[in-house]
């Protein structure tokens, strides 16, 4: 008899459909709950953090203990200080700039089966992490609560990072390793199409 295991996606999708995103929350709502819904959101709706939070926990996969635990974890804290970075309001040049090269860089990583030590790349994870974090912390909506809308995104982060780890942990068949270096692939092209935009050559 065969057991019927709920499709991850669904789960997510309905857990999100639980979420009330009616105008009237943002009016009636605690500055809390607003922020725990936005920050969760907000990583969730930009493709261009998707791919590069994904990677990481592809790449973690990839190169094996400690760096499947290490990178996942490095991201959503060094994530949470650009967060403040732009709470604060401080300037941060070229921030779309290195979200889109993130992907790029990222996926080559994947892509390319790139080993480095392991400080290079909680490094080079770190880096990314600051720029995706502002991004986040300078659009925290007015009436939301800073720590909430943190704490938001840094669980929807770590949840990419999860779904990344679950397809990277393939890499321990020869086919599966062949589909996450695609996959690595892919994410690169997304984020040279995203690079493209935030240059301004495609709009």
């Not at 996606?9 to 929350?25: E, N």
């Not at 790449?59 to 990178?71: D, E, F, M, R």
């Not at 942990?169 to 493209?196: M, N, Q, S």
Request: glycine fraction near 14%; charged fraction near 5%; aromatic fraction near 6%.
């Amino acid at each position: 008899m065969k057991s019927h295991r709920p499709n991850p996606a669904l789960v997510l999708a309905g857990l999100l459909a639980m979420i009330p995103l009616s105008p009237a929350l943002a009016h009636t709502g605690s500055g809390v709950q607003i922020g725990l819904q936005s920050g969760f959101l907000h990583p969730l709706t930009g493709a261009d953090h998707i791919i590069a939070m994904v990677a990481v926990g592809l790449w973690g996969a990839q190169l094996g203990n400690p760096a499947i635990w290490v990178l996942p974890i490095t991201f959503p804290l060094v994530m949470a200080v650009g967060g403040l970075i732009g709470v604060m309001g401080i300037d941060l040049p070229f921030v779309e700039l290195m979200i889109a090269l993130s992907g790029i860089a990222l996926g080559a990583m994947v892509a390319l089966n790139i080993r480095p030590p392991l400080w290079v790349a909680a490094t080079i994870v770190g880096v990314f992490a600051i720029f995706h974090g502002y991004a986040h912390g300078k659009e925290l909506p007015d009436a939301a609560d800073a720590v909430a809308f943190a704490v938001g995104f840094v669980v929807a982060t770590g949840m990419l990072h999860l779904l990344g780890i679950l397809i990277g942990v393939a890499v321990r068949w020869e086919a599966g390793a062949k589909a996450v270096r695609a996959c690595g692939a892919a994410i690169g092209c997304l984020g040279v199409y995203f690079l493209l935009g935030a240059i301004g050559i495609i709009e």
